[in-house]
């Protein structure tokens, strides 16, 4: 009895002795094995500037590679700086995706140095760029020297964008290019399709007499390539990238009641109060519509159906 105590008293102190070591020793391994089935799903990583890229990468890549934005949800492009967990995430990335949002002016060659391995992509090769002031006020006034980078709302531009996605994904991970390939395919159909509805709710390609919208109000100048698109005008609040002067305003007023725009389209990363006036003077409607959603085609066709009341223009 005494013995079979005595061995029974040493289990225990063994037990205890190892318990603590030995649970945390599993719990790592657990924790590694669940790290280890998460990145297996991925082979690298990727940057992106804004939303809607990320939107565009995954259809096209998937599951193969992870996606980090830059400019996160309720930021302005235009002012953005990154954190330090963003500087991180660069570090670590095969692929820029750039598109020419202002802060990657000041910040693509900081990215270059931080992490001189990294494929910066320009996904605006081949798309004709149009200065701000095209589709500003009519070309009337504008940022002539800057260019508007929201080709990401036009669905025609996308597919080109998207094209030169697939090309540098293709070149850096080429273990995966036939997944690529036919994920581009399928996502150039939903474009297309989406491109297709879009008209129809526009009213874009009827015939010669037919009724079509014309022009529209927005604060920021965002919506030009999608105005060309689909055969509308873009009338920006914003003047010289600020708000408007008394005298402005009283001329943007007058615009809108000549057009009979009653949209005015404002985005969450700016001011209101100057559309609020033009709005109050006009009977127009304030309407928020995010270019920078990630839910990409969803948005778009929300748009669509917002500017589907537009009289014509004179």
Same mark, same amino acid.
């Given at each position: 009895?005494?013995?079979?105590?005595?061995? #029974?008293?040493?289990?225990v102190?063994?037990?205890?002795?190892?318990?603590g070591?030995f649970?945390?020793?599993?719990?790592?391994?657990q924790?590694?094995?669940?790290?280890?089935?998460v990145s297996?799903?991925?082979?690298?990583? &990727? &940057?992106?500037?804004?939303?809607?890229?990320?939107?565009?990468?995954?259809?096209?890549?998937?599951?193969?590679?992870?996606v980090?934005?830059?400019?996160?949800p309720? +930021?302005?492009?235009a002012i953005?700086e990154?954190?330090?967990?963003?500087m991180?995430?660069?570090?670590?990335?095969?692929?820029?995706f750039s598109?020419?949002?202002?802060?990657?002016?000041?910040?693509l060659p900081?990215?270059?140095?931080?992490?001189?391995?990294?494929?910066? &992509?320009?996904?605006?090769?081949?798309? #004709?760029?149009?200065? &701000?002031?095209?589709?500003?006020n009519?070309?009337?006034?504008?940022?002539?020297g %800057?260019? @508007?980078?929201? %080709?990401?709302?036009?669905p025609?531009?996308?597919?080109?964008?998207a094209?030169?996605?697939?090309?540098?994904?293709?070149?850096?991970?080429?273990?995966?290019a036939?997944d690529?390939r036919?994920?581009y395919?399928?996502f150039?159909?939903?474009?297309?399709?989406? @491109?297709i !509805?879009i008209?129809?709710?526009?009213?874009? $390609?009827?015939?010669?007499?037919?009724?079509?919208?014309?022009?529209?109000?927005?604060?920021?100048? !965002?919506?030009?390539?999608?105005?060309r698109?689909y $055969?509308l005008?873009?009338i !920006?609040?914003?003047q010289?990238?600020?708000?408007? #002067?008394?005298s402005?305003?009283?001329?943007?007023?007058?615009?809108a009641?000549?057009?009979?725009?009653?949209?005015?389209?404002?985005?969450?990363?700016?001011?209101?109060?100057?559309?609020?006036?033009?709005a109050?003077?006009?009977?127009?409607r304030?309407?928020?519509?995010?270019?920078?959603?990630y839910n990409? @085609?969803?948005?778009?066709?929300?748009? +669509?159906?917002?500017?589907r009341?537009?009289?014509?223009?004179?």
């Amino acid at each position: 009895m005494k013995l079979f105590s005595a061995c #029974k008293s040493a289990d225990v102190f063994f037990f205890q002795y190892i318990s603590g070591p030995f649970i945390c020793f599993c719990l790592l391994c657990q924790i590694l094995l669940s790290c280890a089935s998460v990145s297996a799903g991925t082979s690298g990583r &990727v &940057v992106v500037s804004i939303l809607p890229q990320k939107y565009f990468v995954e259809q096209i890549a998937g599951r193969h590679v992870q996606v980090t934005v830059m400019v996160p949800p309720g +930021a302005n492009p235009a002012i953005y700086e990154p954190r330090p967990s963003e500087m991180q995430a660069v570090s670590g990335a095969r692929i820029y995706f750039s598109i020419g949002v202002p802060f990657e002016r000041a910040w693509l060659p900081r990215f270059k140095t931080a992490n001189p391995a990294m494929t910066i &992509v320009d996904t605006r090769k081949g798309i #004709k760029l149009y200065p &701000v002031s095209k589709y500003g006020n009519g070309g009337r006034t504008g940022r002539k020297g %800057i260019l @508007d980078p929201h %080709i990401w709302l036009s669905p025609p531009l996308v597919i080109t964008l998207a094209r030169n996605m697939l090309v540098a994904l293709i070149r850096v991970y080429p273990g995966y290019a036939d997944d690529f390939r036919k994920n581009y395919r399928d996502f150039c159909s939903r474009v297309a399709n989406l @491109d297709i !509805s879009i008209m129809k709710i526009l009213g874009t $390609g009827l015939p010669k007499g037919v009724k079509t919208h014309g022009a529209f109000m927005v604060f920021h100048p !965002s919506w030009g390539y999608f105005a060309r698109a689909y $055969g509308l005008k873009q009338i !920006s609040i914003e003047q010289e990238g600020k708000e408007p #002067k008394p005298s402005q305003l009283v001329e943007l007023i007058k615009t809108a009641r000549k057009l009979g725009i009653r949209v005015i389209l404002v985005q969450p990363q700016f001011s209101m109060k100057a559309a609020r006036i033009v709005a109050r003077a006009t009977g127009a409607r304030i309407i928020v519509a995010d270019p920078l959603s990630y839910n990409w @085609d969803r948005n778009l066709l929300q748009v +669509a159906r917002m500017l589907r009341s537009i009289p014509k223009a004179p």
